[in-house]
């Protein structure tokens, strides 16, 4: 069953002025993409506003923490009845990348909803979806006086899209993390075209990587030896056979997802001053992404003979390197997996457990030996993540809200576990 509309304890929500019939959940939902928080220049601050007006009519506590100059993460906390329990964290991040404009039907940020309820923007998947999501089930089960034994954080994190650095990377080292006590985390996942929910449990580790490569200079017209670019035509070769033997492996295994290969894309060339004149060094990048059953160390010492093949002067550097194996358990017998797991079939969700082939700031939650699931509750709907016209229907994020009715209990009510106080 969708929320109902009411239910909310008179407090003061604002309808759509121009279509008093929208589920008010829809229009949080289509304000929250107005707000401009886009990279490189995100308006954090706005969003800030909208949350702490939100942690306001829900009568519940808001903090904000400055990680970084102004990098600020915000926390909305929902006290369960036995507060000394680990806590869910409901984690979600601000920020949103850019658009080309000319390539979107309908601008990107206005949040425009055609005939048939799709609703267009950037963020409607990537994640202003999820953020509002949590809060109306939240307001919802407030305002049937439910309560559960475990605190619920809702975490609201800036720069996911520009690597985490400012964002989460840095809080979970930060004193205000420790002190939400987590004991389980959810974040983003990703669309699924068909009618099931895919749900993340481990993510492929992103090495983003510069060869330089140095040679001799000289003039155009000749046969110099050992130039730069011989080495960087080995070096392509080298990253970008391996990609063909990984790209052959994921089309002929039907079982495997892209989350269980590793890929290799080259992204970046730089060199050269002048078509006359023969570079002494020019710059290979690529973006790698790690499937987590890889050896990482063997991984590296390859890159290394790669190097070392192309001739003498080749070195690497890494603008990313994550070197986390840790995958979070989807088995039966786990309490907290088994919570969210059961709560979706009871919902009538079927779940697809995969490895996330990107990044999020599950990462670093990970990383630390705490478990956290992708998921974004998008089925029927393409995978449009940074893409032109990315968009999601209202009634698939409305039934989105209603997953979380369960889940949010389901999570929050898991009995204490050994060790636990
Ligand atoms: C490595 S930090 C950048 C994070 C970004 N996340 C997504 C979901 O696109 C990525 O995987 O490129
Ligand atoms: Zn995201
Ligand atoms: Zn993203």
Redesign the pocket.
């Known amino acids: 069953m969708l929320p109902d509309k009411d239910g909310l304890g008179g407090s003061g929500r604002c309808e759509n002025p121009l279509d008093p019939s929208e589920h008010t959940s829809v229009s949080l939902f289509r304000e929250y993409l107005r707000i401009k928080t886009v990279h490189p220049e995100p308006d954090y601050d706005t969003a800030l506003k909208f949350l702490e007006r939100i942690a306001t009519e829900l009568g519940l506590p808001f903090k904000k923490v400055e990680v970084c100059p102004r990098r600020v993460v915000a926390i909305i906390t929902w006290e369960g009845t036995r507060p000394k329990l680990k806590s869910i964290l409901l984690n979600s991040h601000t920020d949103v990348?850019p658009v080309f404009q000319e390539h979107w039907k309908y601008d990107a940020f206005a949040a425009y909803k055609d005939g048939e309820g799709n609703i267009y923007g950037r963020g409607s998947q990537?994640m202003k979806c999820v953020t509002i999501q949590y809060i109306e089930a939240i307001r919802k089960l407030k305002s049937e006086g439910k309560r559960f034994a475990r605190t619920v954080h809702l975490l609201f994190v800036p720069d996911?899209?520009?690597?985490?650095h400012k964002g989460m990377e840095t809080f979970i080292q930060h004193p205000e993390f420790k002190a939400l006590n987590v004991g389980f985390s959810l974040d983003?996942g990703l669309a699924n075209p068909e009618d099931k929910y895919t749900v993340f449990y481990g993510e492929r580790n992103?090495w983003?990587i510069t060869v330089k490569c140095t040679g001799s200079p000289g003039h155009g017209s000749r046969f110099v030896e050992n130039t730069a670019a011989e080495k960087v035509q080995r070096i392509i070769n080298s990253f970008l056979e391996f990609r063909e033997k990984e790209k052959s492996r994921l089309d002929g295994d039907v079982c495997l997802t892209l989350g269980d290969v590793t890929t290799v894309n080259m992204t970046m060339l730089r060199g050269g001053v002048s078509y006359n004149v023969i570079p002494s060094d020019i710059d290979v990048s690529f973006?790698i992404?790690i499937s987590p059953t890889v050896n990482l160390q063997e991984f590296e010492k390859q890159i290394q003979i790669w190097c070392q093949s192309a001739g003498d002067g080749v070195t690497y550097e890494f603008a990313?390197k994550?070197m986390s194996t840790e995958m979070t358990s989807t088995s039966e017998s786990d309490p907290w997996w088994k919570a969210f797991s059961s709560a979706c079939c009871d919902k009538n969700a079927v779940l697809k457990k995969e490895i996330?082939?990107?990044?999020?700031d599950s990462r670093f939650i990970r990383s630390i030996g705490l478990p956290a699931i992708g998921f974004s509750p998008i089925n029927l709907t393409p995978i449009l993540?940074?893409d032109h016209n990315e968009f999601l229907n209202e009634k698939v994020f409305l039934r989105g809200i209603d997953i979380y009715l369960g889940v949010i209990p389901a999570l929050a009510s898991v009995p204490p576990q050994p060790g636990e106080a």
């Open positions: 990348v990537d996911e899209e520009v690597g985490g983003e992103p983003w973006d992404r990313q994550f996330f082939p990107a990044a999020t993540l940074h």
